[in-house]
């Protein structure tokens, strides 16, 4: 364990100091930035005497209120509320099943994209006269979220409903990388061709999906963005609600795109503890320095080696700082633990292919490539995607 230790850190401090020669960058939390939804005067006027649909969870607020409160408060006629994944108040944990149900506090009737079906149905939209997303994004494509957009732009073209998104800022979007999605693998984590790290906002990425037709039938949706003021894609941005009951730190939204690929394997990833998503184990893993026991909490019912003791890798000593200035997938960490394991040929399951987006990651790692040889892989398909990108950013570009 202790090699593994100085090995991953001379990578890691390597890493940083070459970004960090490159950037020259600040990474302090950048106070200044306004979200779409607290610019009530660019959209309040586009909404009177409309009825109102409303794409929205536990982020969908203005300072400590939500949206939907103060669309209420200020007279709007809000008759829908659309939630995606883990639910309107954001307690459901991954992949559980959201029901239909009535807001409690409003009593408005909430529609549910994360259970019996994903894009809002005819009967859904009767009388809706526009809708309204607005939802915090973390910029990684296998986060569902963007999934819901697809589908809910997707339903507003085919029934002639004028959208607006109300942009909020990427948490990751001051770097692009990862494999590009081959489409043969496209599913509900994985929608578009984009790599896994796309750097761009939901308004900015409602606009690629519009522009390059990736809607169903090449259908359009009359689309608004209301963008975020004093924002650019050198900011960094923490985000002020947790997006999701598992991604409850800045450490993890920033180790996601890289230790996520590792929910298609048999370790896990410390759902069930207080710290998701910066751990990763298993009960035969071979180096017993670190451990960790998944208990049942609120946002994981039943995590994977309930009650067992995992052993395996402390991320948590990576600071957000060094997590910032790194800007790449790391893919060493999937590759070393691979080898740890060695379980002939079963640490990996079919979910990899998904969240990779391809068939190739799995049987390079399982062939002893190494993570150069992948990166280069990659190159090409992320060189055409960075100019497909810019022809639909609403922010000055990141200039690392």
Excluded at 61 to 70: E, K, M, P, Q
Aim: aromatic share 12%; hydrophobic share 35%.
């Amino acid at each position: 364990m202790k090699l593994y230790k100085i090995l991953f850190s001379f990578t890691l401090l390597l890493g940083l100091q070459l970004v960090y020669a490159c950037s020259g960058k600040s990474d302090t939390q950048d106070t200044t930035i306004k979200t779409g939804a607290e610019q009530t005067s660019l959209y309040f006027s586009l909404l009177k005497d409309k009825n109102v649909a409303l794409v929205a969870n536990h982020t969908t607020v203005i300072g400590r209120t939500h949206l939907a409160d103060s669309l209420i408060k200020s007279g709007v006629q809000l008759t829908r509320i659309f939630t995606p994944e883990h639910g309107f108040r954001g307690t459901s944990g991954a992949g559980d099943a959201i029901e239909d149900t009535l807001d409690m506090k409003t009593g408005i009737p909430v529609t549910s994209l994360y259970g019996s079906r994903v894009k809002p149905v005819p009967d859904d939209l009767k009388g809706i006269d526009i809708m309204i997303y607005d939802i915090q994004d973390v910029g990684v494509r296998f986060y569902t979220y963007i999934s819901t957009l697809h589908y809910v732009m997707e339903a507003c073209a085919e029934n002639k409903i004028p959208m607006i998104v109300l942009d909020r800022p990427d948490p990751l979007g001051f770097y692009v990388d990862g494999p590009v999605l081959d489409t043969a693998y496209r599913s509900f984590v994985g929608m578009h061709k984009i790599p896994v790290v796309y750097g761009m906002t939901a308004g900015e990425l409602a606009q690629m999906i519009n522009g390059e037709g990736w809607l169903k039938g090449n259908v359009r949706c009359k689309l608004t963005v209301i963008p975020c003021d004093a924002y650019n894609h050198d900011s960094i941005y923490a985000l002020p609600v947790n997006p999701s009951p598992n991604l409850n730190s800045m450490e993890g939204i920033y180790l996601y795109p890289s230790v996520c690929f590792f929910e298609g394997t048999v370790m896990s990833l410390g759902r069930g503890t207080e710290y998701p998503f910066r751990v990763i184990g298993h009960p035969e893993y071979p180096l017993k320095e670190f451990s960790f026991v998944p208990r049942k909490n609120t946002a994981n019912k039943n995590p994977v080696y309930l009650d067992q003791t995992c052993y395996g890798i402390d991320l948590r000593s990576l600071t957000n700082k060094e997590l910032i200035q790194f800007r790449q997938i790391n893919i060493q960490w999937l590759i070393d633990v691979y080898r740890s394991m060695n379980r002939d040929g079963k640490f990996f399951t079919n979910y990899i292919d998904k969240l990779a987006g391809n068939g190739k990651l799995r049987k390079q790692i399982i062939e002893g490539l190494t993570e150069e040889q992948i990166r280069r892989g990659w190159e090409d398909d992320l060189r055409i995607f960075r100019e497909q990108r810019k022809k639909y950013l609403l922010y000055n570009d990141f200039t690392h």
